[in-house]
């Protein structure tokens, strides 16, 4: 089984500060890893994800993240914020075709 | 091109009716899942359709819950007699394989109230 621990519910960050959201995992196999925020009353849409290779992974939106085989984690960073990318940010992850889901990070981005 | 749609966008029901979402997946994409979404939750996986085999219902809460796909197109999923607790974001999505790599495309969602 597998399991996705998102640490923070919200972050709450100024306009162009850098911000981290945490994810960790629990898996006993090789997983693949995925990052999908959700806008206001939208579905969720991929930011990035991690299959293999290189460990940072860079996705859309100036965001990135670090699969971290050695601690289970797979943070998602930005350097500096803007105020459009206040949302639900969800960790997922997957072996096989059902993915698990963290619970999700609100972002609030103040100006 | 065009993107996962659902329908209706929203839903207000009474306690004890049936209610059926559709979901329209992306033309092509063999797999198509549906989550439920309840406030402040992750992502509850409900069911998976892959192509013409049977689905995968392990996530379904109760005998109250079922799905149809027709082929590779639209899904519809019914929630019979429903109660306050399945207030909730339904959410569809699908995907070009059932591999685990693949990326999901996710529709707008459904939100359905149950008074």
């Known amino acids: 089984a597998q399991s996705v621990t998102q640490l923070d519910s919200q972050v709450p960050v100024f306009e162009e500060a850098p911000v981290e959201l945490r994810c960790n995992y629990s898996?006993?196999?090789?997983?693949?890893l995925f990052w999908y925020v959700q806008y206001p009353n939208q579905g969720l849409q991929l930011l990035l994800k991690?299959?293999?290779?290189?460990?940072l992974v860079k996705g859309i939106n100036g965001f990135e993240a670090e699969f971290n085989k050695s601690q289970t984690s797979f943070h998602l960073r930005k350097p500096s914020v803007h105020i459009s990318d206040t949302a639900e940010y969800f960790c997922?992850?997957?072996?096989?075709?059902?993915?698990?889901f963290g619970r999700g990070t609100s972002l609030i981005v103040h100006p | 091109g065009a993107g996962v749609s659902q329908s209706p966008s929203n839903k207000v029901t009474e306690k004890g009716k049936d209610v059926e979402l559709r979901c329209d997946p992306i033309?092509?994409?063999?797999?198509l899942y549906w989550y439920r979404q309840r406030l402040g939750q992750g992502l509850e996986f409900l069911i998976y359709?892959?192509?013409?085999?049977?689905?995968?219902k392990s996530g379904l809460p109760s005998d109250r819950f079922s799905a149809e796909r027709t082929g590779e197109s639209v899904s519809t999923l019914t929630i019979q007699r429903t109660q306050q607790e399945d207030s909730a974001v339904y959410l569809c999505?699908?995907?070009?394989?059932?591999?685990?790599?693949?990326?999901?495309?996710f529709g707008p969602g459904t939100r359905l109230t149950v008074l």
């Open positions: 999505a699908s995907s070009l394989g059932s591999g685990g790599h693949n990326e999901q495309f």
């Open positions: 898996s006993s196999v090789s997983v693949y």
């Open positions: 991690y299959l293999s290779g290189s460990t």
């Open positions: 997922a992850v997957s072996k096989s075709y059902i993915p698990t």
């Open positions: 033309s092509g994409h063999t797999a």
């Open positions: 359709f892959q192509g013409n085999s049977a689905p995968d």
